[in-house]
């Protein structure tokens, strides 16, 4: 082998590929929701964090400053599991259809034991680091307002109203009344039996407030 033919082999074993490093992400994620949720904020450390992931703490420490920017991307990445197992919608339905539709999609999203948890962890976490626990309400809240937007979309609206604003109205009626109690301890079972419920009351809310007609 060559100088140059060493020197290429040492390069690609000094510079890990793409996939290499999505796949050090995911185990570094991985790793600390499962720490996170095992002992809490306080007592997790990256040093955990790097022994359960298998990874050097120099590769945790480049991608995380601390453990507060380490929290930050797990709690985004367990708030984007609320939204994975969202279908299309029909857009060929009637407007009550898609909201119902849509409603209860996104129930089930923040259901997820994950998603129940991380915001455990992050309500618990809101007076030391309130930015945080902001963005995470703020991450859910506008991700499930932008579905409903979606589902919306080519129906005919009454004068003057704003699809956003309905949106926004619905959720706050149909699904975060159900995340906060489960955020307290509600079984998640009792929930989706009442999601239904909570989906017609706020189709009945928009209705009868005239910011839709069905």
Same mark, same amino acid.
């Given at each position: 082998?060559?100088?140059?033919?060493?020197?290429? #082999?040492?390069?690609?074993?000094?510079?890990? /590929?793409?996939?290499?490093? @999505?796949?050090?992400?995911?185990?570094?994620?991985?790793?600390?929701? $499962?720490?996170? @949720? =095992?002992? *809490?904020?306080?007592?997790? &450390?990256?040093?955990?964090?790097?022994?359960?992931?298998? &990874?050097?703490?120099?590769?945790?420490?480049?991608?995380?400053?601390?453990?507060?920017?380490?929290?930050?991307?797990?709690?985004?990445? /367990?708030?984007?599991?609320?939204?994975?197992?969202?279908?299309?919608?029909?857009?060929?339905?009637?407007?009550? /259809?898609?909201?119902?539709?849509?409603?209860?999609?996104?129930?089930?999203?923040?259901?997820?034991?994950?998603? #129940?948890? @991380?915001? !455990?962890?992050? $309500?618990?976490?809101?007076?030391?680091?309130?930015?945080?626990?902001?963005?995470?309400?703020?991450?859910?809240?506008?991700?499930?307002?932008?579905?409903? #937007? &979606?589902?919306? =979309? *080519?129906?005919?609206?009454? &004068?003057?109203?704003?699809?956003?604003?309905?949106?926004?109205?619905?959720?706050?009626?149909?699904?975060?009344?159900?995340?906060?109690?489960?955020?307290? *301890?509600?079984?998640?079972?009792?929930? !989706?039996?009442?999601?239904?419920?909570? #989906?017609?009351?706020?189709?009945?809310?928009?209705?009868?407030?005239?910011?839709?007609?069905?």
């Amino acid at each position: 082998m060559t100088s140059s033919d060493e020197n290429s #082999v040492s390069l690609r074993r000094g510079r890990p /590929s793409a996939k290499e490093m @999505l796949l050090v992400d995911e185990r570094v994620l991985s790793a600390a929701t $499962a720490l996170f @949720l =095992e002992l *809490g904020y306080g007592r997790t &450390t990256l040093d955990m964090v790097s022994q359960r992931a298998k &990874t050097g703490k120099s590769a945790l420490y480049n991608r995380y400053q601390n453990k507060e920017s380490l929290f930050n991307a797990v709690v985004q990445r /367990s708030i984007q599991t609320m939204f994975e197992h969202m279908a299309s919608i029909d857009m060929s339905a009637d407007c009550r /259809s898609r909201l119902r539709s849509v409603g209860l999609q996104l129930i089930e999203g923040i259901l997820h034991p994950r998603c #129940v948890a @991380l915001m !455990r962890i992050t $309500a618990a976490e809101a007076q030391n680091f309130p930015e945080l626990a902001k963005l995470a309400y703020d991450v859910s809240f506008e991700g499930s307002v932008r579905y409903v #937007v &979606t589902a919306l =979309e *080519g129906t005919k609206l009454p &004068t003057d109203q704003d699809i956003n604003e309905i949106a926004r109205r619905f959720v706050e009626v149909a699904v975060q009344p159900l995340s906060f109690q489960a955020a307290f *301890g509600l079984s998640p079972d009792l929930l !989706r039996e009442r999601s239904t419920s909570n #989906v017609d009351d706020a189709l009945a809310l928009l209705e009868a407030t005239g910011r839709l007609t069905f």
